[in-house]
């Protein structure tokens, strides 16, 4: 809604409230009523909000409205019968939009609200975002130092050490199944003319979403994607047959110009980076390179402790292409999907324009949804960009591209994974790995010759040598900043060239060497169990 003056603030939600609750008490009944464009434009010009609403999104003569009570107003439906059908209600947060995304167009208040047909349903609901907001990645953030976001560089993060820890665990994992995989990992420009995307079709359809500048009085643009450019690196010269599939990886930094509105910590930047691989194949090859791209991410989506659910999207209504193509591609990834073994479901007309894809939905600790991965195939851009292999019979021909992401985006993986794990790393992935706490001074050059040697082993290790803390208090502090290893050292332990471990969960293991500890560390960290438990 717009407002001339003043907006919508917190402290209006009781009110907000106290009206819905007594339109459900009065079961004001929802009637579809259909009008004609001319009827409608009458009936709403008081609001040109409205106006412009029906000028620019109704196309044909007649559309639908929907009345309950005094309000009528555009919908498409469906709804409930009657306000009454809802038993209990919630005003949950509100915040401010432009009109259609446009930063220069009118400020537009948003209230959001949430209803149920029964009080269990809502108790649940309550529960759940109580967990979640325990499990807030931007709250951790902070807490455990990893990131943080400034406005004088709004949606790009700035990775603190403990936060850089994390990423770059996760890309050398990613890069270490690259070599495993027949991956070969590229590195290709930032920015470019925008005569690319011109090519690429991204500029007729994405430009408003990309950062544009001049450079010599050619345009340019900062790339939201890395495709057009391994396009480019593709077709530098002659490739043959023999050489496909031509496997490439990057993790280029990518910006999109999302709205200020639309950002939200590390699941909405600006700037970002993904896993991002290209393959570049034969038409006959397809089916052997979905199943590879399906095994890679059963693979990382195992280790994480996710679940998720395939859909294969086909043909939508607008495509570009032959139909004897798209079928035979859609029948490819069919055969794809059905010899991985994995459970899958048809979701028809929802590919993409350029090709079908396969769409994963994977789901935290918490069950919530969220799209990261991506298997797309596409034949658009071989066609806009020329691409041709020599074929065996000396002909030229068109690759296939598979657009291809497991992780999707670090960032917003990060953020999901602090959530999946509620910020108790598990230690293969923790910033935190082990703690050396000495039970007084004297022992401190002991705490700091063991961090020296598991450091040098590749253990995340810290030592706590503040003399003003008791011991306890270092153990406290090194459980609450989640440590999954406490090492106490004294006397005992010097002497003998031994440590005494526990956990930030409080459980005591008890006396080993160190370099007992050493091996039971490095084995558990290479075997990216989720649970720490060493053996």
Known sequence: MHLDEGSVCESDHTGIETIMKGIVKEKQPFQRLEMTKEDLLEMFKYNEFKVRIIKNKVHTPTTTVYRCGPLIDLCRGPHVRNTGKIKTLKVTKNSSTYWEGNAEAESLQRVYGISFPDNKLMKEWRIFQEEAAKRDHRKIGIQQELFFFHELSAGSCFWLPKGTIIR???????????????????????????????TSGHWQHYAENMFSFDVEKEKYALKPMNCPGHCLLFSHRPRSWRE?????????????????????????????????????????????????????MEAIYTVLGFTYELELSTRPAKYLGELEVWDDAESRLKEALDGSGATWQLNPGDGAFYGPKIDITVHDALRRPFQCATIQLDFQLPIR????????????????????????????????????????????LSPRQVMVVPVMPMFNDYATELQRKLHLQGIVIDTDLDDGSTLNKKVRNAQLAQYNFIFVVGEKEKTSGTVNVRTRDNVVHGEFSVEDITEKLIRLRDSKSNVDVLE
């Not at 990057?250 to 509105?261: A, Q």
């Open 168 to 198: 770059n665990t996760l890309q050398k994992w990613i890069q270490s199944e690259y070599l495993k995989r027949g991956f070969a990992e590229v590195v290709t420009p930032n920015m470019y003319n925008t005569k690319l995307w011109e």
């Open 244 to 296: 496909l599939p031509v496997r490439l990886a990057d993790f280029g930094v990518l910006h999109r110009n999302e709205l200020s509105g639309a950002l939200s910590g590390l699941t909405r930047v600006r700037r970002f980076q993904q896993d991002d691989a290209h393959i570049f194949c034969t038409s006959e090859q397809i089916v052997d390179e979905i199943r590879g791209c399906l095994d890679f």
């Open 385 to 428: 960009f020329e691409l041709t292999y020599n074929a065996p019979d000396g002909t030229e021909k068109r690759p296939v591209i598979v657009h291809r992401a497991i992780l999707g985006s670090i960032e917003r993986m990060t953020g999901i994974l602090t959530e999946h794990f509620a910020g108790k790393w598990p230690f293969w």
